[in-house]
């Protein structure tokens, strides 16, 4: 297994790796990198009715197990251009932040569960760069039991699958014809 630049797109993939024990044993393994508002996010799991609080920030970023990246607004102007207004309302500022700085990043694998932000990948051209929480764990020689269907491999290729159709639906219905690959 190669190490991965592995860019974790929002806060709730993270939350999700620290509530199955698993987000420490990926970082052992992968170089992780996680947007500045995405990190401010990242603040508890909730275990057995409680809140398990996590020191993101001060455990994770300040020790440089996480590498902090930021996008500049103008960054972030360049995502919201290249988007359908429908598409834009459903981000939220982590993940705006993070698509930015993944397309900027070409050395970046990014992991999401969010399904509004795998369906954006298209419209971005990063189909490519994604993979699944159950993909990550597996490539990292990891095995989890208990995973949810947001989690799966065929749920992100679910989501992926429509952004597709819904990108060339825009496309098509605005006479713009296919966009450039």
Known sequence: MNLL???LLDADVIIDLFRLGLFEKL???HEINAASTVINEVKYYIED?????????TEYVSTGIVH??????GEVAEILHRLPQDKRDALHGGELESLAVLVGRKDLVFCSCDAATIKILPFLDLSERGVS???LLKDSGLTQSSLEYRHKETYFK????????EKLDYYLSAGRGPSPA
Do not use: H, M, T
């Open 27 to 29: 970082a052992r393994v």
């Open 133 to 135: 929480v159950e993909r």
């Open 158 to 165: 679910q989501y992926l699958g429509i952004g597709k159709e």
């Open 68 to 73: 902090e990246v930021s996008a500049d607004a």
């Open 49 to 57: 009715g409680r809140k398990i609080p996590i020191l993101f920030r």
């Open 5 to 7: 630049k592995l860019w």
